[in-house]
């Protein structure tokens, strides 16, 4: 299922990701429509949501499923939102690491040093 990830951006569309899921026929292998699909990745923390006001000269900063304090709080995975992909799965999943050439810049994922205020 990975593969599905593979050549995504740090930064992307959720148009983007179903594109690949199309193209990488993951309908067909995993039995998955594409919500599911989107929604699997969320709960593992594969792929979060990008938050531009948030973002630095250096990094994306995205904030991922497990951020959120209440467990049943969903990030929101409308068609209107930019998501992200969480720096431990770029290499995991065969997608374009962060920070490499055609990446864009690194993601950040939110939460990782609260002490650091953004």
Same mark, same amino acid.
């Given at each position: 299922?990975?593969?599905?990830?593979?050549?995504?951006?740090?930064?992307?569309?959720?148009?983007?990701?179903?594109?690949?899921?199309?193209?990488?026929?993951?309908?067909?292998?995993?039995?998955?429509?594409?919500?599911?699909? &989107? #929604?699997?990745?969320?709960?593992? /923390?594969?792929?979060? @949501?990008?938050?531009?006001?948030?973002?630095? =000269? %250096?990094?994306?900063?995205?904030?991922?499923?497990?951020?959120?304090?209440?467990?049943?709080?969903?990030?929101?995975?409308?068609?209107?939102?930019?998501?992200?992909?969480?720096?431990?799965?770029?290499?995991?999943?065969?997608? &374009? #690491?962060?920070?490499?050439?055609? /990446?864009?810049?690194? @993601?950040?994922?939110?939460?990782?040093?609260? =002490? %650091?205020?953004?």
């Amino acid at each position: 299922m990975g593969a599905g990830l593979s050549g995504l951006p740090s930064e992307f569309t959720v148009q983007d990701l179903e594109n690949l899921f199309n193209k990488r026929g993951i309908r067909k292998d995993y039995n998955l429509a594409f919500y599911e699909f &989107v #929604r699997l990745l969320a709960n593992v /923390g594969a792929i979060g @949501v990008s938050e531009p006001e948030l973002h630095t =000269e %250096v990094y994306v900063v995205g904030r991922f499923q497990y951020t959120y304090n209440n467990p049943a709080t969903y990030m929101n995975l409308g068609s209107n939102v930019r998501l992200c992909l969480h720096p431990i799965f770029s290499g995991t999943f065969g997608g &374009v #690491r962060n920070g490499g050439e055609g /990446g864009g810049l690194p @993601v950040y994922p939110y939460g990782s040093r609260p =002490e %650091v205020d953004f």
